[in-house]
């Protein structure tokens, strides 16, 4: 009997998600904003303690689930009508990169580090800062990027220029401190690196937010006082 009452639980509540998916849209799926994030949570919460919990029946499973999915429905349509709770529901995008200078500010109100924003410029493709001119942070957490004009990728009519080899940006300095394992792979000394940030006119490597040597393109540096 226990048997059967789980399984009419089941599909009720498998009817009900997939119907509230439906009307509710993408974004509870996406989960564009942290709160449609926390909202897929609940939502799931609620249908998982409700199914395994043996005091609690069918009409719990669907009033908490419709009276969730109204809340939900009703925010939506206020953020849809209302331009003051769309900027409170979904926030806006912090721009971490402008004019291809990090800002730092805009790292700090994140609670992000130079080391995050590599990673997920890393995964968007984009292996050094110097490419990129601007850079958002999105409401779910990814990140928006715009190329430098020359960094931009090909047209139709640029695909009969010749190869070019590849290589990858390694970071020498960041937060100010100086990554000599860095320097011994591309196998250079700390005194070469102190003569390349001398000829950009910085005299001391600590006050540098994050230096970046590649291949034929030099040292890139960013200094504290630029971010």
């Known amino acids: 009997m226990k048997l059967f009452y789980l399984s009419v639980e089941l599909i009720i509540g498998f009817t009900l998600l997939f119907l509230l998916v439906k009307i509710l849209g993408k974004k509870i799926i996406n989960q564009i904003t942290p709160f449609t994030f926390i909202a897929a949570i609940v939502l799931s919460e ?25 809340l939900l429905f009703i925010v ?10 769309r900027k409170v529901f979904e926030g806006k995008p912090s721009v971490l990169i402008r ?26 493709e984009t292996f050094s800062i110097r490419e990129v001119a601007y850079c958002y942070l999105e409401a779910n957490g990814a990140i928006s990027i715009l190329k430098k004009s020359p960094k931009q990728k090909l047209q139709q009519e640029d695909i009969s220029l010749p ?30 690196l102190i003569n390349e940030l001398q000829i950009q006119n910085i005299d001391d490597y600590r006050n540098v937010f994050v230096a ?16």
């Open 163 to 192: 190869p070019q080899m590849v290589y990858v940006p390694v970071t020498l300095i960041r937060d100010g401190e100086l990554l000599r394992d860095e320097l011994i792979d591309i196998d250079q000394s700390e005194e070469w």
């Open 99 to 124: 004019n291809g200078i990090i800002n730092r500010d805009q790292l700090k109100m994140n609670r992000m580090n130079i080391n995050q924003l590599q990673s997920l410029l890393r995964q968007s």
């Open 76 to 85: 939506e349509i206020l953020g849809q009508k209302v331009l003051f709770f």
């Open 212 to 227: 970046e040597w590649m291949e034929g393109d030099g040292l890139f540096v960013q200094t504290f006082d630029q971010v």
């Open 46 to 70: 609620l249908l998982g303690n409700a199914l395994y919990d043996e005091k609690v029946g069918i009409t719990y499973i669907i009033f908490s689930m419709s009276l969730w999915a109204l």
